[in-house]
């Protein structure tokens, strides 16, 4: 790996973001890993640079902040470095009935799920273009392919982050960028998803990763160029099974084992 060029990984602090930052060290990659101002970003940043030969840069910002990925890209710019990998994984959720979460945090969803991915793509893209081989990965879900009753605008914000990388891919397919999404059933991370599969009791232990296990099939199948990384053996099956699924009746299903989030 050259020694400025470099990896950028959004929500780097915790959780999948900060899984993907130890498995691109372990392969060498230079890191540059954003996240909230306060944030453990400078811990991630020594545990990094004391365990790999690697430099790790970070870039504490509000990405949904007006001008944030602006001020982002002209960090790079300011430092020279070339960017061959764009890891776009900051990403945020809440669930229960779609009336009674307040319009703001849906703003906020749509914001940094949709907003400041659409960003730094645009940013981005004149950069990764510019190497022989270049990578874009954009965090997604498996409810992309189920909308989940009861998550609706953060369903609605991963099938978007989808259908765009789809359609990104295809249009970059004859230069040196590939696009691939990335589509995790329940991982691991944060208390809250830990609280919503635990509310699926046992059933949750089948679909269920860790952040270590999404981000390194993530970043091997984003090497190898796929289009579409669904990590897990039980979710890839029920993905594939759910497509022969009439519409009316998966959705039934689906709010049926979803309502326990109406409550939360
Ligand atoms: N966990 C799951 O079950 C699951 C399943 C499927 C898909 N995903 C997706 O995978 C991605 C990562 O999920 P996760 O569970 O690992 O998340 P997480 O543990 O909650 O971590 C989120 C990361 O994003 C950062 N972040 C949040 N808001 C930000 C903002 N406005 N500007 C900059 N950075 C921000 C956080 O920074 P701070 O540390 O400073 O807060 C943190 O580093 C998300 O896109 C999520 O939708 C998660």
Not at 21 to 30: D, H, L, P, S, T
């Amino acid at each position: 790996m050259k020694q400025n060029t470099f990896t950028i990984i959004t929500g780097a602090s915790m959780g999948i973001g900060k899984a993907f930052a130890f498995e691109c060290a372990e392969k060498g990659r230079n890191l540059l890993l954003v996240a909230l101002p306060d944030s453990k970003l400078e811990q991630v940043q020594r545990e990094l640079e004391s365990s790999f030969s690697v430099t790790v840069l970070i870039f504490p910002v509000d990405l949904t902040a007006i001008g944030s990925v602006k001020s982002l890209f002209q960090f790079c710019l300011d430092k020279k470095l070339s960017v061959q990998m764009l890891i776009n994984n900051a990403g945020m959720g809440v669930g229960g009935r779609f009336e009674n979460i307040a319009l703001e945090k849906y703003l906020q969803i749509m914001d940094l799920n949709n907003k400041a991915m659409v960003l730094m793509c645009h940013y981005f893209l004149p950069l990764l273009q510019k190497e022989s081989q270049a990578y874009i990965l954009n965090m997604s879900s498996m409810e992309a392919t189920l909308p989940l009753p009861y998550k609706a605008v953060y369903t609605g914000s991963k099938n978007f982050v989808y259908a765009f990388s789809l359609a990104l891919r295809e249009e970059q397919k004859n230069g040196p960028v590939s696009v691939t999404v990335v589509c995790p059933g329940p991982v691991s991370t944060n208390p809250d998803s830990l609280m919503r599969a635990n509310a699926h009791g046992n059933r949750a232990k089948w679909v269920m990763a860790s952040p270590e296990k999404v981000a390194k099939s993530g970043l091997e199948g984003l090497l190898k160029g796929k289009a579409v990384i669904v990590p897990g053996r039980v979710n890839q099956v029920l993905v594939r099974m759910m497509k022969l699924v009439p519409t009316s009746l998966k959705m039934n299903l689906l709010e049926r084992l979803f309502r326990v989030y109406s409550t939360h």
